[in-house]
């Protein structure tokens, strides 16, 4: 199956920035998902957005859908040195869980 | 804490040798697991899906004879990595759906070195 892409590859910004990441998919789906990982270490789940959903608000972080352009952002608001780490959305077809990952985005904030 | 365990969490073994990660759910009961490949700084590729009772779904272009998956009971799943070359080395994670609320949870991953 085909991953989907995320920009941007890598962002920098300083620590109280928001930061954007933007994923784009290929296939229709049931839901998107956003992950972190930290660096060699597991992934943890951020938020989750249904299809007939458009947007969705967990904490600092912010997420919208557009099935019609196949594409999804997620917005980390005054982001934080902990922030840092790899984020990576997920397509979930079938409602069953089996992902499809894109391909990520590094994100580190300064102090 | 952890709800999904990897073990072990790094191995280092020679190159023709087989090497087994387990991946296990710790307070849930998982009738599929899934298991993933990740190369440095790049994305999670799916290898297969482990279905407990029953033979594992692999991906398009994965060997199964290569990457034994084995799910005999609801929490634990494992995949053997057989003959392993140096281009097996890899980071492999995997993640178990709780089979009563649907969740599923990652487990921190296995790095592979293969000599």
């Known amino acids: 199956s085909q991953q989907g892409e995320e920009d941007p590859q890598a962002l920098s910004i300083q620590e109280g920035e928001n930061a954007t990441m933007n994923c784009s998919y290929k296939?229709?789906?049931?839901?998107l998902q956003w992950y972190r990982q930290n660096s060699g270490r597991g992934l943890v789940h951020l938020i989750l957005?249904?299809?007939?959903?458009r947007e969705k608000h967990s904490g600092r972080l912010r997420v919208t859908l557009d099935t019609s352009k196949k594409s999804s952002s997620l917005l980390i608001t005054a982001s934080r040195a902990a922030d840092t780490a790899s984020y990576f959305c997920?397509?979930?077809?079938?409602?069953?869980?089996?992902?499809?990952f894109g391909t990520g985005t590094q994100l580190k904030v300064e102090l | 804490g952890a709800v999904v365990s990897q073990h072990p969490s790094w191995v280092i073994c020679k190159s023709g040798t087989s090497v087994k990660i387990e991946c296990r759910s710790l307070?849930?009961?998982?009738?599929?697991m899934f298991w993933y490949r990740q190369f440095p700084k790049q994305s999670l590729m799916l290898m297969a899906t482990?279905?407990?009772?029953?033979?594992?779904?692999?991906e398009q272009g994965v060997e199964k004879d290569k990457f034994l998956i084995n799910h005999a009971s609801l929490t634990l799943s494992t995949l053997t990595v057989t003959s392993a070359h140096p281009e097996d080395s890899s980071f492999y994670i995997c993640?178990?759906?709780?089979?009563?609320?649907?969740?599923?949870?990652f487990g921190e991953g296995s790095r592979l070195t293969v000599l």
């Open positions: 993640s178990a759906r709780n089979i009563r609320t649907g969740e599923l949870f």
């Open positions: 296939t229709s789906i049931n839901n």
């Open positions: 957005i249904r299809s007939n959903e």
């Open positions: 997920a397509t979930d077809r079938g409602g069953g869980n089996k992902l499809t």
């Open positions: 307070d849930f009961q998982a009738t599929t």
């Open positions: 482990s279905n407990e009772g029953s033979k594992a779904t692999y």
